[in-house]
């Protein structure tokens, strides 16, 4: 059986919330949505410097995760023209930055 009162009772604020508390909470509010925006860019960014010509980028899956490297020269000429790269499943990582580099006619 409901008691008499109590809704109004529960739902009355006990006081109101002063100018200072507001402001306090804008400023809040306004420091969260910097905060989100900085993350957009940081997250949506780019933090990997170009590949230099001639060189190549390789993501390599390993035991521990992946690796990245950058070979360039005589090495990335050597694994690009080598039977290593035409292997699985690292073809289909090596060839695409081999042509890219143009280290490998785009036809093979």
């Known amino acids: 059986m409901p008691l008499q009162g109590h809704w109004q009772r529960v739902n009355t604020p006990l006081r109101k ?5 507001r ?3 804008w400023v ?3 420091l969260l949505a910097a905060a989100c925006v900085a993350g957009g860019i940081v997250a949506f960014g780019s933090s990997s410097p170009a590949t230099p010509a001639g ?3 390789l993501e390599a899956p390993s035991t521990m995760g992946g690796v990245a490297s950058d070979i360039c020269g005589n090495d990335a000429k050597n694994l690009c023209t080598g039977q ?5 499943p690292l073809s289909a990582t090596i060839l695409p930055q081999c042509r890219k ?3 490998l006619p785009s036809g093979s």
């Open 17 to 21: 919330t002063t100018l200072r508390e």
């Open 23 to 25: 402001r306090i909470l």
């Open 28 to 30: 809040v509010v306004a």
């Open 55 to 57: 060189c190549i980028h």
């Open 84 to 88: 290593n790269a035409r292997t699985d």
């Open 101 to 103: 580099a143009g280290l």
